[in-house]
């Protein structure tokens, strides 16, 4: 089965401090999502990372940044944590093929609050 | 940028009834798919279709797809209180292998 774990399922922080979400998958997936979820709004893409240390824009990435360092672990870091960035963090991960788009697996998710 | 829309927002039913959501989207595409997600977890993969498929099974799920329409429906027959959850239809983009646009989600419950 696969596995995606997040770091945390729920965090506090104050604004204006630095926070990182950890993502880790083990089943080998080349592709990695970082995605917000609010109410009404759905799933937006923040960054996806296609391979160690690549990465690319989603539709939301500002006040965000992304790492990549091994192919399991993907972060997702808020500079700056601000009270509009408060929401729920989903990673997922998938794989790539010659028959193109598969399903992603996704994390339990992250409920940050920033006060 | 949402490509997709599911419709209707919120569906209430017995259990036992079955439930019946629509997704609309914009632009062409090579697949569709559909998630689950109970409250405040993740989501889970239901189902894939591609756009040369016009119906697919999967237990109690059935999908079809219509692409002149730029449409697609999930039934879930027989419902049970554990179907309760949103359900998200998800299509990929036009050019782009990567990534899928997710909709806001129907939010079914399953009254006992």
Known sequence: ?115 | SQQGEEDPQALSIQEGENATMNCSYKTSINNLQWYRQNSGRGLVHLILIRSNEREKHSGRLRVTLDTSKKSSSLLITASRAADTASYFCATDLPLNDYKLSFGAGTTVTVRA
Not at chain 1, 23 to 50: A, K, T
């Open chain 1, 1 to 115: 089965d696969v596995k995606v774990t997040q770091s945390s399922r729920y965090l506090v922080k104050r604004t204006g401090e630095k926070v990182f979400l950890e993502c880790v998958q083990d089943m080998d997936h080349e592709n990695m999502f970082w995605y917000r979820q609010d109410p009404g709004l759905g799933l937006r893409l923040i960054y996806f990372s296609y391979d160690v240390k690549m990465k690319e824009k989603g539709d939301i990435p500002e006040g965000y940044s992304v790492s990549r360092e091994k192919k399991e672990r993907f972060s997702l870091i808020l500079e700056s944590a601000s009270t509009n960035q408060t929401s729920m963090y989903l990673c997922a991960s998938s794989r790539i093929g010659g028959l193109g788009i598969y399903e992603q697996y996704f994390g339990p998710g992250t409920r940050l609050t920033v006060t």
